[in-house]
């Protein structure tokens, strides 16, 4: 049974900080990504990782302030959010797939099977 359950999503200053977490189970993932969907707005990739290398990818809205890693161990995805804008403010959802997604479709929606229900970030 393949989960996704992401966590840590909160109501924060501009400026400041958060760390979501992704608890994966049920496939072994090779490629996993943060994407986020604000209201009105399409789905949007923020920052992807494969387990066998190629990455990380970031969006150009992110790059140098966001960071996403992965305890394989653990089976777990973190996106680490700092300096966040009004702008960064939506519901961020875990992605994952069972195939090595690469550039240029690390950032596609249709690329990820698997998805969390999501976690909110409100930035204000």
């Known amino acids: 049974h393949v989960q996704l359950v992401e966590s840590g999503g909160d109501s924060v200053e501009a400026g400041g900080s958060l760390r979501l977490s992704c608890a994966t189970s049920?496939?072994?993932?090779?490629?996993v990504g943060w994407f986020r969907q604000a209201p009105g707005k399409e789905r949007e990739g923020v920052a992807t990782i494969n387990k066998r290398g190629g990455g990380p990818y970031y969006a150009d809205s992110v790059k140098g302030r966001f960071t996403i890693s992965q305890d394989n161990a653990e089976n777990m995805v973190y996106l680490h959010m700092s300096s966040l804008k009004s702008e960064d403010t939506a519901m961020y959802y875990c992605a994952a797939s069972s195939i090595l997604v690469h550039s240029p479709n690390v950032f596609r929606v249709a690329s990820f099977k698997y998805w969390g229900q999501g976690t909110q970030v409100t930035v204000s």
């Open positions: 049920g496939w072994p993932f090779l490629t």
